[in-house]
C-alpha cells in the first residue's frame, strides 16, 4: 500500500489503541494532538470497550448482523472481534482505510469492508449489505455509529438517524457515541478539529435520536455504560448510548 501523505483519524485512534495499522504522518498528528490535549490512548481505549460492551449487549438480544459508519481500521477489538459469531460489513468514506480494511479482513468470511457514506445508505452496495447483514430491512441489525455525530449538523445527523430508523426493522439496535463539551477546555485541541466539529451536551443530543429510544442505561459517558468493574478514570470526552427501534 502506498504510504499516505496526509493522517487519518481512523489510523490515529489505532496507533493510540496499540495497534500496527497506521503510518508515520497518522502518529506524528496523533502526538501533535497530544500536544495540546494531553494523553489520548486511554481515552481511546475507553471508548473501544464502550464499543465492545455495547456490541455484546446487542449480540445477546439476539442480533447476529452489524452495519458499521465510519469504521476506521477493523482491529483492536472492533465489532467482528466482539460478536465473533455475528456477521459484519465495515463501512467508511476514506478509500486508504477502506483498502487497509479490505486487506485485514481478506481472510474473513464473516466481515467484509467496503464503501459507505453514513448520510446516504444508498452508497453501500447492496450485494456487500445482502451478504454480510442478510436481515437488513427484515430482522433485527445492529447499526454501529461511532464517531461521526460530532461531524454532522443537527439537522443532517437528525435525518440520517430518523432515515436508518426507517430502513430497519424493528427490534433493530443502534450504537452511538458524541463528543462532550469537554474538549472545550483545551482550545489549541479544539481548533486542531476543524471548523465542522460539533460538541453536544447529552441534554442537546437527546432529541436528535429522534424515534431511536435509549435503553434504560440512557446517554452517560461511555465509561459509565454498563462497566465490567469501576469505571474508568478518564476524561467524559464523549458520552454514548444504545437505542432501541420500535414498531411503528
Not at 506524528?28 to 464499543?51: D, K
Not at 454532522?152 to 426493522?169: C, F, I, K, M, N
Not at 460539533?198 to 446517554?219: H, K, N, Q, V, Y
Request: a negative charge; glycine letters at 12%.
Amino acid at each position: 500500500m502506498v504510504e499516505p501523505d496526509q493522517p487519518s483519524t481512523a489510523r490515529m485512534i489505532d496507533f493510540w489503541l496499540g495497534g500496527h495499522h497506521h503510518f508515520p504522518v497518522d502518529v506524528e498528528a496523533a502526538r501533535a494532538f497530544e500536544g495540546a490535549y494531553g494523553p489520548c490512548a486511554p481515552v481511546f481505549r475507553a471508548l473501544r470497550a464502550f464499543l465492545g460492551r455495547a456490541v455484546r449487549a446487542v449480540a445477546e438480544r439476539g442480533v447476529d448482523g452489524f452495519l458499521v459508519f465510519g469504521a476506521g481500521v477493523p482491529t483492536m477489538g472492533n465489532v467482528h472481534e466482539a460478536a465473533p459469531e455475528a456477521t459484519v460489513l465495515y463501512t467508511d468514506v476514506d478509500p486508504v482505510t477502506i483498502r487497509l480494511g479490505q486487506r485485514i479482513l481478506a481472510g474473513s468470511d464473516r466481515a467484509g469492508y467496503g464503501y459507505g457514506d453514513a448520510t446516504d445508505i444508498g452508497t453501500i452496495d447492496p450485494a456487500q449489505l445482502h451478504r454480510f447483514v442478510p436481515g437488513w430491512g427484515r430482522r433485527p441489525v445492529g447499526v454501529v455509529f461511532l464517531g461521526l455525530a460530532a461531524f454532522l449538523d443537527d439537522d443532517t445527523l437528525a435525518r440520517t438517524l430518523d432515515e436508518l430508523y426507517t430502513a430497519a426493522a424493528p427490534g433493530s439496535c443502534l450504537a452511538i457515541d458524541f463528543d462532550t463539551e469537554e474538549l472545550a477546555g483545551h482550545p489549541e485541541a479544539l481548533a486542531m478539529m476543524g471548523p465542522a466539529f460539533r460538541m453536544r451536551s447529552p441534554e442537546a443530543f437527546g432529541p436528535l435520536l429522534g424515534r431511536w429510544t435509549p435503553t434504560d442505561d440512557g446517554i452517560v459517558p461511555v465509561t459509565r455504560w454498563r462497566p465490567e468493574g469501576p469505571p474508568e478514570q478518564v476524561p467524559d470526552a464523549f458520552h454514548g448510548a444504545v437505542a432501541v427501534r420500535g414498531d411503528d
